[in-house]
C-alpha cells in the first residue's frame, strides 16, 4: 500500500467514525422538533450502508482518476460506474432523512446502480485494493437497500 492510498483509507475511515457518532448521538430533547433524527429513522441502516458506499465510491473514483492519469484507459468504466453510485447513494441518503415517499423507488434504482458497479469493480478487485473495497460496499449498500 502507497502513501496515497493509506492517506485515503485513513480519511475514509475519520469521514465514516464521525458519520457513525453523528447517527448514533443521543437526540436533545427539542419540543419543537418534528423532525426525526437519522438514527431513529425507518432508514437508519439503509443510510448507514449508503453513506459507506458513497465513501468507498470516492475513494474508487479518485484511484480511477489517477490510474487513467497513467494511461490505464480500463478503469474508465470503473470511474463511470462509481460517479453513479456516488450520485445515487447521496441522493438516496438525502430523501431517506426526509423519509420521502420516494424512498423506496429510489432505493431499487440504487439497488441496481450498486449491482452494475459492483460488477465493473470486480473486473479490477485483483488488482486493486480500493476497487474490491468498493465493489465490496456496494453490495453491501445493494443488500441493505433491498429491505427498504
Given at each position: 500500500m502507497n502513501r496515497k492510498e493509506l492517506l485515503q483509507k485513513a480519511g475514509m475511515a475519520v469521514a465514516v467514525s464521525g458519520i457513525l457518532s453523528t447517527l448514533s448521538a443521543e437526540d436533545h430533547n427539542h419540543e419543537s422538533a418534528s423532525m426525526p433524527t437519522a438514527g431513529k429513522s425507518k432508514y437508519a441502516k439503509a443510510m448507514m450502508a449508503a453513506i459507506h458506499c458513497q465513501l468507498s465510491a470516492e475513494v474508487c473514483l479518485?484511484?480511477?482518476?489517477?490510474?487513467?492519469?497513467?494511461?490505464?484507459?480500463?478503469?474508465?468504466?470503473?470511474?463511470?460506474?462509481?460517479?453513479?453510485?456516488?450520485?445515487?447513494?447521496?441522493?438516496?441518503?438525502?430523501?431517506?432523512?426526509?423519509?420521502?415517499?420516494?424512498t423506496k423507488k429510489l432505493a431499487n434504482l440504487c439497488v441496481e446502480v450498486c449491482e452494475a458497479c459492483a460488477k465493473e469493480c470486480d473486473k479490477h478487485a485483483n488488482h486493486h485494493a480500493v476497487c474490491k473495497e468498493c465493489r465490496d460496499s456496494c453490495l453491501a449498500c445493494a443488500k441493505e437497500l433491498k429491505k427498504v
Open positions: 479518485s484511484h480511477c482518476i489517477t490510474e487513467l492519469g497513467k494511461g490505464d484507459k480500463a478503469m474508465a468504466a470503473c470511474a463511470t460506474s462509481t460517479r453513479e453510485v456516488i450520485s445515487l447513494c447521496d441522493s438516496f441518503v438525502k430523501l431517506a432523512s426526509q423519509n420521502s415517499t420516494f
